[in-house]
Structure formats: C-alpha cells, structure tokens
C-alpha cells in the first residue's frame, strides 16, 4: 500500500535532540528555538517570529492578541480545520463562517464584504494547500473597515503571494509543523507577528503571561505575572528536531514541487470533466504542500477512493464544512454555502512526500487514468 503521508526524515533529527540532552536548557526558548527563529525572520523577512507547541497554539496566540469582546465578529472560511475558528471562540468572539470559491476552497473575496458588520473585527484567512488567497483584496478590505487580518498559514511555508511570502502579509500569522506539514516537528507551530502593535505582549503571552524574554534579555531585573497566557513555547527536543528540517527545507521542496508537477503533467490529458485539477491563480505559487483533485460528486469520489485502495493507493478526503458541523449548525443559521459542502463532497487528496517514488507516481496516474476512462 502506498500510504497517504509519511514524515520526512533527514538524518541529523537525532544528533541535534542528543545535543539537548546534554545541554543546560530542554524547556524551550534555548538553542534551536532562536535558531529556528531567526531561519524564518531572516529567510522570509517575517518582523517576528515565535515557536508553539502546534499551530493551533499559534492561532489562539492571534486570537488572544485581537484583543476580542463577546459580541465581537470574526469573519472564518468554512472549509478549513476547527482550530481556525475555535481559537477566535475561545476568546468570546461570533464566527461568521464564509463560502469558498468555485475556483479553490480560498475564501470566496467578493463575499467577504457583505458579512461585515459594525461588530467585525477580525478577517481570519486560510490559504488552502499553501495557495495564497487574492491578499491585496483582502488588505483592502481590512484597511477600509479597520480590521485585523490574520493568516492561518498551516499549509503554507515558501509558498508566495505576489513574490511576498505567505504569513507576512497579515498583521499576524499561524503556521503548522504537523507531522502531515512541509516542514515538521512531530507536533508544532509558529507565530508571526509582522505589526509593530503586537510585538511585546506576544511575547508575555507566550510566556505564560509574564515577561520573562525580556529578563532573560537582561530588559528587567526580575520578572512577574504581566498579562493572559499559557504555556505556548514548544520543548527544545521540538525545536532541534525542526532545525534538521530546516537545514533541508530547499531540498525537501523541490522534491515535493516535483512530485506536485509529475502528478499535475501525468493527469493533464483526463478526457472527462468528471475530475479536475487544482487551479493555482497567476499571483500564487505552489510550494507543494498538496495535490488534490475535485470530482463532480461524492458517490464518485467514493468510488475513485474505492478503486485506489484496491490497487493499493491511500486516499483521503479533507475538512467537513464547519458552518453544517454539529457544533455550530445552530449558531450559523440556515446561511447555505454550496462552494464548501462541494469540496467536502468531492475532494480527494493524493499520497504526497518526500519519499514518494516516480515508480509510485506514474503507478496512481495509471489507475486514476483507467478508473477515470472506465466511468466517464
């Protein structure tokens, strides 16, 4: 069976979690969290940037930022994972969940305009797939109505909007080291923080709620109990075993662009509209994060699944529409969003990793050619 996902390993994860195990400092904050800090500050030019214990950490890091009021409104894609809307309800905030677009699950632009109200706040964008949103359009929005926008850039390390790098756009940013991620530490996340505003208490609240950076820093004497927080910073064991993926992070996305582009040309003659391609707009790029295919419906979609298994391919489907969930279908009302229940219904996500052979890639371009010619 050719699974789904497997992690990327480069060989000197160990050395470096050894290094750990015999230094002065495991709890976090040490060696490899600046390492690792710097890389993405200097690399991408993010103003700055902090290591979490997952991206969710990073996302409720954001939401404790906005500084939201029961009664304040965040404006969420459906089609995304909860933690992008359970972080802004954890601080009291109403999700205002919006449609896709018919052309990629990214927030539908021209419907975000009408969900805002005198209660809106924050925009919380998604980028699908590591596929930059239209953020200029966004950025406008944002400035007309005085709103904060924050990045759930999970999918999303070197991949660009408009030669900017995704998550340095927004006035906050989210990412994701998952083990299904680019880029991993088992679990693990980052915040980035490019407006000025947001800099000082980031780091309070990333310390549990008092400014111990800044007494580590030598800033202050001694250090107390500031602000909210939590115990957001990830272990040095997470942050050395991030560093040896970084070392490798332009090997490991050419290997995955690669791969992204072998499935894309092998699938490119489908002679049935019963199976479409991603669509990746002139100012996104693709850092090969996913590859994805849309069916004209879910009986078709279980059965491509179906048939890919039995000649031993793992597939799988992604997010269930948030604003149907059984949490939330309440709270949301009777608001359709068919762009989003479309892509719950009929997206399906290819084996995609570094390890991922040609031998195996021309082997799922085969049967998914067959399967498609036998079914129309």
């Known amino acids: 069976m050719i699974p789904f996902n497997k992690p990327y390993f480069s060989g000197n994860e160990l050395k470096y979690i050894e290094r750990v195990c015999h230094s002065t400092t495991m709890s976090g904050n040490g060696e490899f969290t600046k390492k690792c800090q710097a890389f993405f500050e200097q690399k991408y030019g993010f103003n700055k940037c902090l290591l979490t214990t997952s991206g969710t950490d990073a996302l409720e890091m954001c939401a404790m930022l906005c500084e939201l009021n029961p009664g304040d409104e965040v404006i969420v894609p459906s089609y995304t994972f909860v933690s992008t809307a359970l972080a802004f309800l954890r601080e009291g905030a109403k999700v205002v969940f919006a449609d896709s677009s018919c052309e990629s699950p990214n927030m539908e632009i021209a419907q975000i305009e009408p969900l805002i109200t005198k209660k809106t706040k924050v925009i919380a964008v998604v980028h699908y797939a590591g596929v930059a949103c239209d953020m200029d359009a966004i950025m406008d929005l944002a400035k007309k109505y005085h709103l904060i926008v924050v990045e759930d850039a999970a999918h999303s390390i070197d991949s660009f909007y408009k030669g900017r790098p995704l998550g340095s756009i927004g006035h906050l940013a989210a990412f994701s080291f998952h083990e299904t991620k680019n880029i991993s530490s088992g679990e693990g996340g980052m915040l980035v923080v490019n407006d000025e505003r947001y800099i000082h208490r980031s780091e309070i609240i990333w310390e549990k709620g008092t400014n111990r950076a800044e007494f580590y820093r030598?800033?202050?004497?001694?250090?107390?109990?500031?602000?909210?927080?939590?115990?957001?910073?990830?272990?040095?064991?997470?942050?050395?075993?991030?560093?040896?993926?970084?070392?490798?992070?332009?090997?490991?996305?050419?290997?995955?662009?690669?791969?992204?582009?072998?499935?894309?040309?092998?699938?490119?003659?489908?002679?049935?509209?019963?199976?479409?391609?991603?669509?990746?707009?002139?100012?996104?790029?693709?850092?090969?994060?996913?590859?994805?295919?849309?069916?004209?419906?879910?009986?078709?979609?279980?059965?491509?699944m179906k048939y890919l298994k039995d000649h031993d391919v793992q597939t799988v489907f992604h997010y269930l529409p948030l604003h149907s969930s059984k949490y939330y279908a309440k709270k949301h009302g009777d608001r359709q969003l068919p762009n989003c229940d479309m892509y719950a219904d009929c997206l399906v996500r290819l084996p995609l990793y570094y390890e991922l052979e040609n031998i195996e890639i021309d082997h799922i371009v085969k049967y998914i050619m067959k399967f498609v010619e036998k079914n129309g």
């Open 218 to 304: 030598g800033m202050v004497n001694k250090y107390g109990w500031c602000d909210m927080g939590s115990s957001f910073l990830p272990s040095e064991f997470n942050a050395a075993y991030l560093w040896a993926q970084l070392e490798k992070l332009d090997d490991i996305q050419g290997r995955r662009k690669y791969i992204w582009n072998r499935y894309y040309d092998g699938l490119r003659n489908l002679r049935y509209s019963s199976v479409k391609q991603a669509c990746i707009p002139d100012y996104a790029t693709n850092n090969g994060h996913m590859f994805y295919l849309i069916c004209t419906s879910n009986d078709y979609r279980t059965k491509l």
